[in-house]
């Protein structure tokens, strides 16, 4: 007889999600906890944490909001350990926050050479320290168990840096690198049941691309939305929807072969050479 093929099982898993009340990460935690996860919604936003949990948790899920600047590696230990004192380990890490800011970008009344670099600084300790610190935190306890799976968030960007936004671009180059360094890291000096991988997403329209890619007087796409769509081969923008079937995926036994993968969810954008 015909067995099905069972192994995107995601039950059980004890999921931690960074940036976990947003746009993105929350479509991810409500989609895991529909499926069977227990999820930890991390947000900097209590608001929102709390927002995702309690959605989770009317609809007959699991999942638990904490509040937690993920800059701060004292505040990310401290939820660490509530999480494992709560759950007794942590079985996937989903490193979701992350996000530019127009300050760290460059338009017609901001050079390059005028970005503060404060203002730099903040978008990468954003997206990279802020996916850096729960790796430490959380792989601790995996590299104690001997298994787990880090998937941290990339972007299109990792690969072809977009004009106008280099911090950003140069936060998420290096985490692409560094899921590439941990995976092999974490597998030859700790347990190869430990896999880290990565999602890069294409266009999105987000809190913080928003202004990018919209125009608010028109209420269509801004000129540079249109030039997205155009290089785009399916021709829109992404939908929250379209990342969770690569990230059940990869928390589950399906992907038990892949680790230090970034894999391309960008309807086909950085496959297009423009001819």
Known sequence: MLQPYTNFDVRGLKVVITG??????GAMAVELAALGAQVAVVDS???????????????GGEAVAITCDVTDPAAVRQACDALASRWGGVDALINGAGGNHPKASTSADRSFFDLAPDDVQQVFNLNFMGSFYPCQAIGRLMAERGEGVILNIASINASRPLTRIPAYAAAKAAISNFTQWLAVHMGQNYSPRIRVNAIAPGFFITDQSRFLLTNPETGGYSERGQQVIAHTPMGRFGVPEDLLGTVVWLLSPASVFVT???IFVDGGFTAYTGV
Do not use: P
């Not at 976990?20 to 990460?25: A, I, R, T």
């Open 20 to 25: 976990g009340g947003g746009y993105l990460c």
């Open 45 to 59: 936003r209590g608001a929102e944490a709390e927002a995702v949990a309690g959605r989770i948790t009317a609809e």
């Open 260 to 262: 230090g993968a970034t």
